[in-house]
């Protein structure tokens, strides 16, 4: 009698646990390998200016940054200090280098899903190291990494499409994927609706001038300069559009009739962002927050969704 070759992964697809019906459980490894994909390009485009960042080499000593730190988390100087008191003899120099060699380790053995719970843990609080470390010169793409790290760390990303899964033969359970998905999706939503809530209080998104001097007050770099358009409506019309795809964001995404034109809005929105405001990470980031909870949940199986990186199986929407 002839076994098709399948039969150890349709054995497998059998004995896994329901998941959550509808959605495709690719998501997960769709967020945790984008996620480590752009902390690894983000912390690699910083590292010409690392040590001015940095070091004692840099624009500001470590020490007199950490003077106006709040002392909610660990500084690279913070953490030295508390590692010398301890009698062990640490400089911070050496704080330094460890954490600049082991912040891409954990981001790799996360985007590869191999003991993946523990680096994104050590991501996490590697990256809160950096980035409180120079807190005056953060911005979006870092506090977004921060949130997206931590649900790496709560979901279980690790449980599809990943080493811990083809090597061990099993990932983490997917039993409440879509109470996990609620989670990331309320998150988004309250994250849009206070933003756009921000910006419709005031009178400078109202009347486009925030973004003329969003493209004009930093140097960002432009795909090319959009002053052509400084006497038409378009800027006006920009900072509308911006409001209303914000502050609508928990009924059009949450609507399944709206969500695609929603999304089509934002993906647009974002990568203008990028375009030409040059906030490359943010706005990549920002598009990979919304595909993987509101697109690639949706998609159909094809391939993907039984295979030996997966532990799980695809129920199709009906």
């Known amino acids: 009698m002839q076994t098709s070759v399948l039969a150890p992964t349709q054995a497998r697809t059998a004995e896994a646990p329901a998941v959550g019906k509808g959605l495709n459980p690719a998501w997960l490894a769709f967020f945790r390998l984008n996620v480590a994909s752009i902390g690894l390009l983000h912390f690699w485009a910083i590292q010409p200016d690392f040590d001015l960042l940095f070091s004692y080499h840099g624009y500001v000593y470590p020490d007199i940054l950490d003077a106006s730190h709040d002392r909610f988390f660990w500084t690279l100087t913070s953490l030295q200090q508390a590692l010398a008191s301890l009698g062990l003899p640490v400089s911070y120099g050496g704080v330094l280098a460890t954490a600049r060699w082991a912040y891409p380790v954990c981001l790799l053995l996360l985007g590869a899903g191999l003991r993946t719970r523990a680096a994104a843990v050590g991501a996490l609080l590697l990256q809160l190291l950096f980035v409180q470390s120079i807190h005056l010169y953060q911005y979006g793409a870092d506090a977004f990494t921060t949130i997206a790290l931590f649900y790496c760390c709560v979901l279980p990303v690790g449980g599809s499409y990943s080493l811990d899964v ?54 960002y770099f432009s795909l090319f300069s959009l002053d052509f358009l400084a006497r038409t409506p378009f800027f006006w019309l920009a900072g509308w559009a911006t409001i209303v795809l914000e502050l609508g964001y928990p009924l059009g995404m949450n609507y399944a009739r709206s969500r695609p034109w929603w999304l089509l809005g934002l993906l647009g929105m974002h990568l203008f962002i990028g375009l030409f405001m040059g906030l490359f990470f943010f706005s990549a980031l920002m598009i990979v927050l919304n595909l993987a909870a509101y697109y690639v949940p949706n998609l159909s199986p094809i391939s993907l969704a039984a295979g030996p990186y997966s532990n799980t199986s695809y129920t199709a929407p009906k």
Do not use: C
């Not at 983490?172 to 809530?197: E, I, K, P, V």
């Open 166 to 219: 083809a090597w061990r033969g099993r990932g983490a359970a997917l039993t409440h994927q879509a109470l996990f998905l609620f989670w990331l999706r309320a998150h988004l939503s309250l994250a849009y609706f206070f933003s756009g809530l921000d910006k419709v209080i005031g009178e400078t998104w109202r009347n486009g001038e925030a973004l003329w001097k969003a493209l004009h007050s930093h140097a």
